[in-house]
């Protein structure tokens, strides 16, 4: 366990930034602190008969806008303070993106290959029912959504039990990251990494940020090494590597492999599944340490397992030029310094893997609508578009065949509308970034991220007159 407490370093960096706003401080006092924090044990019947106490957190850290929103996360690691972090950079990561939530955060103290399936089930179904019992989940209250250990199964197992024990006609909004079937969304399981890749690049795009560490415009053709090949890190390699950029490292619990030629996504994860291991894969060499893989020569470093990773230790030796912070926390305060210190691009978490957020809160008002997204006017747009392409046809030479009037007429479905919606997000919200950066003259997107975060729910309390 580090030594870095977690809230401590999202409260150093929010009174970093508080400095550039204008808020009397009790308003800022008010912001940081986290509301609620609901601390829960129950027992486990395991599979063996032997009864087990588990542990268990939600935190609602700000109620200025409902419902509040935020990730359940498995971990042996899982406590108070970091469920309280978390929480905290929802409600900063929400209002950077413009999704109308406060923040919150769950946590179980488990470790996930310690239980069989049908013991994570009761794990996850008598979590929910005491949330449920102290009024932390609900559609118009608290929404959680899948974070590191838990996905789309353990969503489907919270709507369940959510829907045994209430008669809501929204109950599907009480939770996002659902199956499909369930009411998720198409395009959420790849959201974050989507996302990821979306903030990449658009940093990526200003000739004078590149100019300033030294390289090229555009995501071709840059190297990247990520941590952790989990939804998020998988995700956001994904959209990396089909934009043309090489991975050249990758760390996972078992170990690290670096490989400057480039290593294949796809077959590493093939044979990962086979082996249980990304050790010994195609031509990589083998660090000695999966932390090793930190330290990598590369232009683009993504960490995507868990928070300080990065820390005052290991800063100095870091190479990369970029750090895009998929992970929730992963740099410490004091490493940000060193980093940013050395002339290095640093995309903070709650701006750069908000695409979680983002696409849930599309799920959220699918659920509360109760209408997919394209049902209505996908076919109407077709059928406007072929009239459009028909006319064009009759007033010139231009003929189409039948599979350019397939594409060009093609109505907008679930996943395009997402995508695009995501898309949109993530350089709205670089662009304000970018702005803020400018107008305080800072060298810093974090401090920009928080002074955003802070600016908006500020004025949200302001707007509720609880403030003269
Ligand atoms: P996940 O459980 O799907 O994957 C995490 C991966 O990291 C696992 O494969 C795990 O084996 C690996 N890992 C753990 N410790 C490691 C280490 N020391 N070195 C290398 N690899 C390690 O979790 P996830 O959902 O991908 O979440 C990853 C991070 O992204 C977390 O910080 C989470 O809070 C954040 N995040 C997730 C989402 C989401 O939608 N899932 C949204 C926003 C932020």
Same mark, same amino acid.
């Given at each position: 366990?580090?030594?870095?407490?977690?809230?401590?370093?999202?409260?150093?960096?929010?009174?970093?930034?508080?400095?550039?706003?204008?808020?009397?401080?009790?308003?800022?006092?008010?912001?940081?602190?986290?509301?609620?924090?609901?601390?829960?044990?129950?027992?486990?019947?395991?599979?063996?008969?032997?009864?087990?106490?588990?542990? %268990?957190?939600?935190?609602?850290?700000?109620?200025?806008?409902? *419902?509040?929103?935020? $990730?359940?996360?498995? =971990?042996?690691?899982?406590?108070?303070?970091?469920?309280?972090?978390?929480?905290?950079?929802?409600?900063?990561?929400?209002?950077?993106?413009?999704? *109308?939530?406060?923040?919150?955060?769950? %946590?179980?103290?488990?470790?996930?290959?310690?239980?069989?399936?049908?013991?994570?089930?009761?794990?996850?179904?008598?979590?929910?029912?005491?949330?449920?019992?102290?009024?932390?989940? $609900?559609?118009?209250?608290?929404?959680?959504? !899948?974070?590191?250990?838990?996905?789309?199964? /353990?969503?489907?197992?919270?709507?369940?039990? &959510?829907?045994?024990?209430?008669?809501?006609?929204?109950?599907?909004?009480?939770?996002?990251?659902? !199956?499909?079937?369930? $009411?998720?969304?198409?395009?959420?399981?790849?959201?974050?990494?989507?996302?990821? &890749?979306?903030?990449?690049?658009?940093?990526?795009?200003?000739?004078?940020?590149?100019?300033?560490?030294?390289? +090229?415009? %555009?995501?071709? $053709?840059?190297?990247?090494?990520?941590?952790?090949?989990?939804?998020?890190?998988?995700?956001?390699?994904?959209?990396?590597?089909?934009?043309?950029?090489?991975?050249?490292?990758?760390?996972?619990?078992?170990?690290?492999?670096?490989? *400057?030629?480039?290593?294949?996504? @796809?077959?590493?994860?093939?044979?990962?599944?086979?082996?249980?291991?990304?050790?010994?894969?195609?031509?990589?060499?083998?660090?000695?340490?999966?932390?090793?893989?930190?330290?990598?020569?590369?232009?683009?470093?993504?960490?995507?397992?868990?928070?300080?990773?990065?820390?005052?230790?290991?800063?100095?030796?870091?190479?990369?030029?970029?750090?895009?912070?998929?992970?929730?926390?992963?740099? @410490?305060?004091?490493?940000?310094? #060193?980093?940013?210190?050395?002339?290095?691009? #640093?995309?903070?978490?709650?701006?750069?893997?908000?695409?979680?957020?983002?696409? =849930?809160?599309? /799920?959220?008002?699918?659920?509360?609508?109760?209408?997919?997204?394209?049902?209505?006017?996908?076919?109407?747009?077709?059928?406007?578009?072929?009239? #459009?392409?028909?006319?064009?046809?009759?007033?010139?030479?231009?003929?189409?065949?039948?599979?350019?009037?397939?594409?060009?007429?093609?109505?907008?479905?679930?996943?395009?509308?997402?995508?695009?919606?995501?898309? +949109?997000?993530?350089?709205?919200?670089?662009?304000?970034?970018?702005?803020?950066?400018?107008?305080?003259?800072?060298?810093?997107?974090?401090?920009?991220? &928080?002074?955003?975060?802070?600016?908006?729910?500020? #004025?949200? &309390?302001?707007?509720?007159?609880?403030?003269?």
């Amino acid at each position: 366990m580090s030594d870095y407490k977690f809230y401590e370093q999202v409260n150093k960096n929010f009174d970093k930034a508080a400095v550039y706003t204008r808020f009397h401080p009790g308003l800022l006092k008010q912001i940081k602190i986290c509301n609620t924090i609901y601390h829960v044990t129950f027992p486990l019947r395991r599979d063996d008969g032997t009864i087990e106490v588990i542990e %268990g957190w939600r935190v609602e850290h700000s109620h200025h806008k409902s *419902p509040t929103k935020g $990730g359940i996360r498995y =971990s042996h690691k899982v406590d108070e303070d970091e469920t309280m972090a978390l929480a905290a950079l929802m409600s900063y990561k929400c209002a950077i993106v413009d999704v *109308p939530f406060g923040g919150a955060k769950g %946590g179980v103290k488990i470790s996930t290959r310690d239980y069989s399936v049908s013991e994570l089930e009761r794990i996850t179904r008598r979590y929910t029912y005491e949330l449920i019992k102290k009024g932390f989940i $609900g559609p118009g209250v608290d929404v959680p959504a !899948p974070d590191y250990g838990t996905g789309a199964r /353990e969503m489907g197992w919270i709507l369940d039990t &959510y829907r045994q024990l209430s008669d809501d006609l929204n109950a599907e909004a009480c939770v996002t990251g659902k !199956p499909i079937q369930q $009411g998720g969304i198409r395009g959420r399981t790849e959201a974050t990494g989507r996302g990821v &890749y979306f903030g990449i690049r658009e940093a990526c795009s200003v000739k004078a940020d590149m100019d300033k560490i030294g390289l +090229e415009t %555009g995501v071709e $053709g840059k190297t990247f090494v990520v941590q952790g090949l989990g939804n998020v890190g998988y995700h956001a390699s994904l959209y990396m590597t089909g934009a043309g950029a090489k991975m050249v490292g990758v760390a996972e619990m078992e170990g690290a492999i670096y490989d *400057p030629k480039g290593i294949d996504l @796809t077959a590493l994860m093939e044979f990962r599944k086979e082996t249980g291991s990304i050790i010994g894969f195609g031509n990589s060499k083998t660090l000695p340490s999966n932390k090793d893989a930190l330290e990598l020569e590369c232009d683009i470093l993504i960490p995507a397992a868990l928070e300080s990773q990065i820390t005052g230790d290991n800063a100095k030796n870091i190479k990369a030029k970029i750090i895009g912070e998929a992970a929730n926390g992963p740099t @410490t305060a004091d490493a940000h310094d #060193i980093l940013k210190d050395r002339g290095a691009l #640093i995309l903070p978490d709650s701006y750069l893997n908000a695409g979680g957020v983002v696409v =849930s809160y599309f /799920e959220w008002l699918k659920n509360i609508q109760h209408v997919r997204y394209g049902r209505i006017n996908k076919r109407f747009d077709e059928s406007s578009f072929k009239k #459009i392409l028909n006319v064009i046809e009759n007033i010139s030479d231009r003929k189409f065949s039948d599979d350019e009037m397939l594409d060009l007429s093609h109505g907008a479905e679930e996943y395009d509308l997402v995508d695009s919606g995501l898309e +949109e997000t993530m350089i709205t919200a670089y662009q304000q970034l970018l702005e803020i950066r400018n107008e305080h003259k800072l060298n810093d997107l974090r401090t920009s991220a &928080y002074i955003s975060a802070i600016n908006k729910i500020g #004025i949200m &309390y302001e707007q509720m007159g609880i403030f003269p």
